[in-house]
């Protein structure tokens, strides 16, 4: 894991972070839902395209202007 330790504080990466919230969804996707409204309906389209929705609220790309 990718941590900082600065005078006794944890400091997690992004990736972490995602990592972590990964392994809760795919352990709690009762409990995520219940947070995170977007994913409580079975039929919503994004729960059909993505296994893993919580990547959507990281950005694998940032796009930027030339």
Excluded: C
Aim: aromatic residues 10%.
């Amino acid at each position: 894991m990718l941590t900082k330790m600065m005078s006794s504080q944890m400091y997690l990466t992004p990736l972490d972070l995602l990592k972590h919230f990964e392994k809760i969804w795919r352990n709690k996707k009762e409990v995520v839902a219940i947070y995170l409204a977007s994913l409580r309906s079975s039929d919503h389209s994004i729960r059909h395209v993505h296994n893993n929705p919580i990547s959507l609220f990281f950005f694998q790309v940032l796009p930027v202007l030339p």
